[in-house]
Every structure is written in C-alpha cells, then in structure tokens.
C-alpha cells in the first residue's frame, strides 16, 4: 500500500480537527460526539461569516491595488467590529499573565538613544494567540476573513497560507519602539532580498512575505506605533546612514492613524519599524504574516509534535480557515483554495496525469473519498476519507485531554512498514525451510533458529 502525501496530509487534518487535536500515544477509545461539537461550531460560524460576504467585494479594488503597489502597504478601515475588538482584548486580557517583556539588550529592538528609543520598558510579546480554544475565534477569523480574503488573493494569490505563528505586540507608555527594517533592498545591508521581495508585473502584484497587522487599539497622530517608508518597496538602494535608527530624514517616515479594526496589509519588502509609544493607554495590535502557496519563510508548520502546526490551532477552524495552514504546495497539486463566496475547491490535476504519475513513480494512489474529501472540505468529507480505510473506525477518536504524539496518517504509514518488513521476514524464513528440506544436514539434526536478544 502506498501513502500519498496528500492523502497523509488530508488525514492528519482530518484527524486534528476530529479529535480536538489531542492524543495519547496509545489508541483509546472515545465518543464521536465531542468531536462532531467542534466541527459543528466551525460550521456555524462559518454560516454566520458567509452571511456577510456579500457587502464585501469579492476581487482586491483598482484602488487598493493602486495604492500598495505605490506605498508598500495599504490600511483596511473596519475589519473588526467593536465587539470583536472587545472580545480580543478580553481574551489578551485573561493570558496578560504571559506576555513576555524584551528586557534584555540582546532583545532590544532600537538602539539607546536614538529616534526608536524609549524612556520606559521594553515591548511585550504575547504568543499562542490561536491555542485559546474559544477565545481564539477573533484571531482565527483573519486567516480568512471576507474582507480580507480578495486582499489576499490580489497581492499573494491563491492558496495564500500562514507562514508564521501569530503574535500579540503590546507597548505601555514609554516603551521603545523598533528600528527600521525589512526591504527588498535591505534597509542596512543594500543587498536584494528574495525572501522579501515585492515586483509587479503585468499588472499582477506579488510579495515573498506579507505583514498583516491587526489594530485592536486606537493609535492616533502622535501616538507612536507601527511606522513605514512608503515606497520603499521599490527602492533599488541601500538606505542613508541614520536612517535606519531615526536620527535623519524622520519627515519621510510615516506612523499611520488607525483605529480599533483597522488592519494594516504590508509587504515584508517595504521598510517598517515602531516609534516609541507616548499614549496613556496600552498599544495592542496582533501581527501575522503570510505568504503565497509555493512560498516558506518560517518552518513552524512542521516543527510540532507529529508534524503540523500547534495541534490545538485546528479547533473550530471553519474549512477556509483550514485551508490557509496548509503546508507550501503549487496549487495544481491538490491544494484547498478559498472561493470568492467563502467555500473552498481544491485545485488539481486530470486523473491521467495522476495514473500516470503513479506509473512512473509509485507516489499516487486513487481513492474513491479522497476526492469528495477535498472538493467540500467538511467533516462530512473528510470522514469518508477517514473511515474508508480498513482497520480505522468512524467512530474511534483520541482523548482531548492528552498532548498529541503520533497522528494516524503517521500510524498507517508505520503500519505499511511493518507489514512490509513482516512479509519479507516470513519469506526468509520460509526460503530456508525449503531449502533445508531438499537439503537435509547429513547426521545433524534440524534445529530451531533462536530469536537474538
């Protein structure tokens, strides 16, 4: 039996989200219902969230495109509503206790006494922002946001995906800022950046990293914050000395005013940075950063236990939202695409280059399921694929309350090994007995091989 690799990944995300994400490393049994709750809530959100697309536009504006291909970024006024706002700051809130202080100087983000410095403490960082469970929904509602969905597809394409662990940036009054940084021509070094790097080209816009900044407090003129050099994108030099720390040319550095809501959409190839905050109140915005289907900059998708993402972040992922954790992979190759209604396709090839491929090179296996499992991307789907497999109950999940150790398609994969090496050990040993039986040792009398150790 032959494990595709599209085929593992649809089960482990199948099995993330039916299990609540966690298991023990043994098999134990459990109700389905728990399970079937999480998908159910996703849906239903999901319900609710579709019910609103059709006041957004369904394709990134002429305006907007205009205005990030001029300035490098481009701000989108409202995204979350007052109670959104309200109900992240309270789940931020209820977690304070984690943030974590850059009190170190190897943690510092601007030099001493310069533009970026501040008079108080260092910025705060507050990670796991998707691991809340229920509070998390806010956070998870940006992964594929209908508002934000045709920005996405306009600047990084289709099949857009998450390529860093998101984080709340929060700064009390006084604290320091961050120098500038970033470019496609590095701000310091002057050297180009792939990993950064804007271009347009034929009027389609694409970035090697996107910065998405998330405002949930208001941050007026004068305030401090999140700054940037419009049009630096595009600059082909490297930046005056001084500038990158604020001591020259601080009229060409801009510090937009945004509210509670707003998001501000940059590309990692436009010079960025943070003045210090000077506003009573305590500045909060939670940074993303995503990039197109082919790209990776960050490697947290793979580095957790079983491969993947955290395992808690695929709880009550609507399957947009799902769709956007995928690993990086061309879209022709089985990738799950938002729609402009907010459902998700997947994108592939014709099943005779598949066959073919399995001819030529053993890595395809066609299974009925597979299919049905990717065109809706629901729990439906993906419990067909699930229970479709022979040995692996619909019915059978993994505790809730255990950390995740080994996901199934992991499980089938060793299964096929074992298997493999058990037939090639029965075959040994049963080339033996034939060949002892034509050739009996003269005299000696047949003796059982013992088992080593």
């Known amino acids: 039996m032959l494990l595709t690799n599209s085929f593992a990944r649809a089960l482990h995300n199948t099995w993330l989200t039916r299990t609540g994400t966690r298991q023990t490393g043994r098999i134990a049994k459990v109700s389905f219902q728990s399970s079937c709750l999480h998908s159910t809530m996703a849906e239903a959100v999901h319900t609710n969230s579709s019910s609103q697309e ?53 943690l510092r983000n601007a030099v001493k006494d310069t533009g970026f410095d501040g008079e108080g403490p260092g910025r705060m960082d507050l990670g796991r922002v998707l691991e809340w469970g229920e509070e998390s929904r806010v956070f998870k509602s940006i992964l594929a946001h209908p508002r934000l969905v045709p ?22 009054k006084g604290s320091e800022g961050f120098k500038l940084h970033g470019g496609t021509i590095d701000c310091s070094s002057g050297k180009y950046n792939p990993f950064l790097a804007y271009t347009c080209q034929h009027e389609t816009i694409s970035t090697a ?4 900044n998330v ?104 399957p947009a939202q799902r769709a956007v954790l995928e690993p990086p992979f061309a879209n022709r190759l089985d990738r799950p695409n938002i729609k402009s209604d907010g459902t998700v396709e997947v ?15 053993g890595t395809k296996v066609r299974r009925a399921g597979m299919q049905k499992a990717g065109n809706s991307a629901s729990s439906e789907g993906y419990q067909s694929l699930f229970s479709s497999m022979k040995g692996v109950s619909s019915g059978c999940c993994l ?30 040993a049963s080339f033996r ?21």
Not at 152 to 172: C, E, S, T, W
Not at 407 to 425: D, E, G, Q, W
Request: proline share 7%; net charge positive; with cysteine.
């Open 54 to 106: 059709s006041k957004f536009p369904t394709e990134m504006t002429d305006d907007e495109k205009y205005l990030f291909d001029l300035n490098g970024f481009i701000i989108v006024k409202g995204v979350l509503t007052p109670d959104e706002v309200e109900a992240a700051n309270k789940a931020i809130d209820n977690h304070a206790h984690e943030m974590v202080e850059r009190s170190d100087d190897a």
């Open 209 to 212: 990293l996107l910065g998405v």
């Open 347 to 361: 994108t592939t090839r014709n099943e005779r280059k598949k066959q073919h491929d399995q001819d030529i090179f």
């Open 399 to 428: 505790p809730h309350d255990q950390p995740l150790l080994t996901p199934p398609c992991l499980c089938v994969a060793r299964f096929h090994v074992f298997l493999k090496t058990s037939a090639t050990r029965l075959a040994r």
């Open 151 to 172: 920005v996405f597809h306009g600047i990084l394409g289709k099949g857009y995906r998450m390529d860093h662990l998101p984080l709340v940036l929060a700064q009390n």
């Open 215 to 318: 405002i949930l407090s208001d941050h007026n003129a004068g305030d401090g914050g999140f700054c940037v050099v419009p049009g630096s994108h595009k600059s082909n030099f490297k930046m005056p000395k001084g500038m990158v720390n604020g001591e020259k040319y601080e009229e060409y550095v801009i510090q937009p005013h945004t509210k509670a809501g707003d998001v501000i959409l940059f590309s990692e190839g436009t010079v960025h940075g943070a003045k210090p905050w000077k506003a009573d109140r305590q500045r909060r915005t939670c940074l993303y950063r995503f990039s197109p289907a082919t790209n990776a900059y960050g490697r947290s998708y793979f580095g957790h236990a079983g491969g993947g993402w955290p395992p808690r972040m695929y709880e009550y992922l609507t």
């Open 433 to 453: 007995v034939n060949r002892l039986r034509r050739f009996p040792r003269v005299g000696r009398p047949l003796r059982p091989r013992l088992a080593r150790g």
